[in-house]
């Protein structure tokens, strides 16, 4: 494995935590109701979404790097 | 007499003597950061109370540094993809980047670990302190010796790159490896110490 792929692979790794970061910060809105929580977990989903396009985008940009 | 092996990938392993190298270390690396988590999930488990690390812990602080890691993991990579094009000052521009964001996660853990101290909780306060100062204080040793090469690769070592700049992407690229790896770790430390 390149540092191509281990990139590609801890950026999807990332994009799971950022998963898990959401599903906490929704966890944490329903306990107190703040809506930074909420703001928090919807940032995190966008986050999470934006990583996986970003891995994509990678892995098509860099396809000549072996 | 000349290194065998130092660009030119082995025919046996299909690897050069750097890429072996970096990936037997890892596989240490793996071990001991395995044991560690181990160590955490049994202590845990077999504790009758245990704390939430949000809690007690900042998350926010956490979250921060857990996208200064990723961006720094992009510029390492940009930094390796700079050199397979042999474009030297790119290179330079963002392998200073990932040194200066791996300082930035220094310095914010100097913060978290400052408020720790000051609120009288040291490693030998309880179960929780101990692996967590154990934990992150073991890896903040590796983003700090990851600095340390980058910042080697930023300045004196890239002289390298006008005699042999096939041989100085290849090091460039396991440094990469190890900076993965170590940004890979907080991946998962993020979740279990603070968020669980």
């Given at each position: 494995m390149n540092l191509r792929w281990f990139h590609a692979l801890l950026i999807f790794f990332s994009a799971a935590v950022a998963v898990v970061f959401g599903l906490w910060c929704l966890s944490q809105y329903r306990q107190d109701g703040e809506i930074g929580s909420l703001i928090g977990a919807i940032a995190a989903f966008v986050v999470s979404f934006g990583l996986v396009v970003y891995d994509s985008w990678f892995l098509r940009q860099t396809r000549t790097l072996r | 007499m000349e290194i065998p092996y130092t660009v030119e990938a082995r025919r046996?392993?299909?690897?050069n003597n750097g890429k072996i190298g970096i990936w037997l270390f890892l596989a240490s690396e793996v071990m001991l950061f395995g044991a560690l988590f181990a160590s955490y999930i049994l202590i845990r488990t077999g504790s009758s109370s245990w704390p939430r690390g949000d809690t007690i812990l900042s998350v926010p602080l956490a979250t921060f540094n857990t996208l200064v890691l990723i961006s720094s993991s992009v510029t390492m990579v940009m930094a390796w993809a700079s050199l397979m094009r042999r474009k030297l000052g790119t290179f330079r521009m963002y392998i200073g980047g990932t040194v200066l964001l791996g300082l930035v996660f220094l310095i914010v853990k100097y913060f978290e670990y400052s408020d720790k101290f000051h609120h009288g909780?040291?490693?030998?306060?309880?179960n929780f302190y101990a692996i967590y100062f154990t934990l992150t204080g073991l890896h903040m040793l590796h983003v700090a010796g990851g600095m340390a090469v980058n910042a080697y690769f930023w300045g004196p070592?890239?002289?390298?790159y006008y005699t042999n700049p096939e041989w100085f992407t290849n090091r460039v690229e396991n440094s990469g490896l190890f900076w993965h790896f170590v940004d890979l770790v907080w991946i998962f430390l993020f979740p279990t110490l603070y968020l669980l």
């Open positions: - | 046996d392993t299909g690897l909780h040291f490693p030998s306060t309880d070592g890239a002289k390298q």
